[in-house]
């Protein structure tokens, strides 16, 4: 990913694209940039929710003995997977869910050979078993759109995906002028459709496939 731009510059694009460069008293620089924020936090839920890796992020944290929760990155927005490493062998750890808590809770400890898993849980990642010792897990996740306040704020638009934000943000301006906003709109809809066009499959290598993955255990072991 490295087709970068600016504040500044997608700014400067919305202005010329809604003839508003001289009308900086009725549409001030910090109304343009709300309307670049939210046109760019758009594009960006699409990327995500594409089931791409576009955007995606690690944290590491370690554990620690009798503690389940740990908080998450500061830029958290969704998690994507779950993984640590045990005496050299990585485990992708399941996702938990709320009905569930109670089985796990009666394992002994995260041991190879036993299910371990997490969960999203407020601001918080929760483990089940509790670890019972020190591990290192790394958490895979999606951070939250990046909000640009200053003019050189750089976002990365991948391969042109910039010309969504441009219109669409200058569609919200001719709108608020009450002009005639449809070619924006038209022209924010062909590139949201290039967007689904492009990122349906990011390889060029192979399709996407299906995975199956079968769990160790199909109910969580019990102590002894």
């Known amino acids: 990913m490295s087709r970068t731009v600016t504040l500044s510059s997608l700014e400067t694009q919305v202005r010329q694209r809604s003839d508003t460069e001289s009308l900086t008293a009725r549409f001030p620089q910090s109304e343009v940039w709300e309307y670049i924020n939210q046109s760019w936090a758009e594009l960006y839920n699409k990327l995500v929710q594409s089931g791409q890796e576009f955007y995606l992020s690690s944290y590491s944290f370690t554990t620690s003995n009798g503690v389940s929760d740990y908080a998450l ?91 969504y934000i441009v219109a669409s943000a200058a569609a919200k301006i001719l709108a608020k002028d009450d002009r005639d906003a449809s070619e924006q709109k038209e022209q924010a809809a062909r590139a949201m459709a290039l967007v689904n066009s492009m990122v349906a499959n990011r390889s060029r290598s192979t399709n996407n496939k299906v995975i199956r993955r079968w769990k160790r255990h199909r109910y969580p072991l019990r102590a002894a």
């Open 73 to 163: 990155p500061s830029d958290f927005y969704l998690d994507k997977g779950c993984d640590t490493t045990i005496s050299g062998q990585l485990y992708v750890l399941d996702r938990w869910q709320w009905e569930e808590r109670e089985q796990y809770d009666q394992l002994i400890t995260w041991m190879p050979g036993l299910p371990f898993a997490y969960a999203i849980m407020g601001s918080n990642v929760s483990l089940r078993p509790v670890p019972g010792g020190v591990y290192t897990v790394r958490l895979w996740y999606y951070p939250a759109p990046q909000r640009m306040v200053l003019g050189t704020d750089v976002i990365d638009c991948l391969a042109g995906f910039e010309e």
